[in-house]
């Protein structure tokens, strides 16, 4: 076959699968479809595909596919921190600043420490570190990756429990937004590059002459057009990132964040959010299952992703609970906002990505978090409904 044509039947196989096992099995309880599309596409990458059926997976996935896939999925996952930048609003953050930044620091803080403390374990065994990564920027990205909230996938998690536009849900939002601007700060700390560093200054340095002309732009123009232009911001700054050694993602999500979310119809940013999971997002996870490995063995990588998993899950619950402790909230409230803001899912797989690119963690470590990523995701859910079922009846 051409290359185009093992491309559309690797594509079907992709958008198809997962969402039969979805469908059929119906696990959107405890299970959401993204969760479903990040597990197939570990199990089509050379971990599981690969090693059962290797003459399978070679066909269906060539250099020449696999380039196609990335070329898409890059695009994809730009979009979608784009869309995780717009939904910042620290207007409301400043507004409600005494428990916004208790909360937020707290819920940050707690899982990074035990994040940390788990990954320095983890570290001290061989084949984690990667071959351009230091052990502190090893430990600092571990760490984080378990402090992080999925903040597009949580605004879909909240929408199908009918909160996310109620005042628990928008709390939450500001909560993630805050935590979410110290990720990526963290993310820029990590990718400090010291023989690039004069890029990354004059990045630095101009970007906020930037931000206020294509704010300035913004504000006077309206409709599509601000749709036009935010593509074309999101596509420049995520160059000008990449080129001063930031990583396009970082570009990514600043185009978002300095533009205003009211200056885009809500309904037509939550469908556009809907339809890219529907159409483009599974390619970005089937991609990111074909970069999972098991080279030191199944058991050292799930001991990891499990050691990984409770130190985010403990320590989010637990910083939560604290800030909960402190603002006097409701019996029951700290848990559902702990349970939601330790959703990982896209984000921290992104984050783990752009650890991976810049050879800082191996296959090995990014497995293990890729791994944690789904178990926190598919815990979300349920502890959820089950936490607003017993607010409820309070």
Not at 197 to 208: D, K, M, N, T
Not at 351 to 377: E, H, V, W, Y
């Amino acid at each position: 076959m051409t290359i185009t044509e093992t491309f559309l039947l690797a594509l079907a196989l992709v958008m198809g699968l997962p969402w039969l096992v979805w469908r059929l099995l119906r696990t959107d309880n405890w299970m959401p479809l993204v969760v479903v599309q990040i597990v197939a596409g570990v199990l089509l990458g050379p971990g599981v595909l690969g090693a059962a059926l290797p003459q399978v997976h070679d066909f269906l996935f060539p250099p020449g596919v696999i380039a196609a896939l990335n070329g898409i999925a890059w695009w994809a996952v730009m979009i979608f921190v784009w869309l995780a930048g717009i939904e910042l609003d620290l207007h409301q953050a400043w507004v409600a600043r005494r428990e916004t930044w208790t909360t937020a620091g707290l819920a940050l803080v707690t899982p990074l420490v035990l994040g940390a403390l788990a990954a320095a374990l983890i570290l001290t065994q061989p084949g984690w570190i990667g071959a351009k990564g230091q052990h502190w920027q090893a430990l600092l990205g571990m760490g984080m990756a378990c402090a992080v909230t999925a903040l597009p996938i949580l605004v879909l998690l909240m929408d199908r429990l009918a909160i996310l536009r109620q005042p628990l849900g928008q709390r939450v939002l500001r909560y993630a937004s805050l935590d979410d601007i110290a990720i990526w700060g963290v993310l820029a700390l990590i990718l400090l590059d010291w023989e690039r560093v004069e890029r990354q200054a004059g990045f630095l340095l101009l970007f906020p002459f930037v931000a206020w002309g294509l704010r300035a732009v913004m504000r006077r123009i309206g409709g599509r057009d601000r749709l036009y232009l935010g593509m074309l911001s999101l596509a420049l700054l995520g160059f000008a990132a990449d080129w001063a050694g930031l990583h396009f993602m970082v570009g990514a999500f600043l185009a978002g964040a300095i533009l205003d979310k009211q200056w885009f119809d809500e309904a037509q940013m939550d469908m556009l959010r809907d339809h890219m999971l529907l159409t483009v997002m599974p390619v970005f996870f089937l991609s990111t299952g074909l970069r999972t490995q098991w080279d030191m063995g199944g058991f050292e990588v799930i001991g990891g992703a499990l050691l990984l998993l409770a130190a985010a899950v403990v320590g989010k619950l637990a910083g939560v609970a604290l800030a909960g402790r402190l603002l006097g909230w409701p019996k029951g409230e700290a848990g559902v906002i702990g349970w939601l803001l330790q959703t990982k899912a896209l984000i921290m797989i992104i984050f783990a990505n752009i650890l991976l690119d810049r050879q800082i963690i191996t296959g090995t470590s990014f497995t293990a978090l890729l791994l944690m990523a789904i178990g926190s995701t598919m815990l979300t859910m349920p502890m959820v409904r089950r936490g607003l079922a017993e607010l409820t009846q309070r």
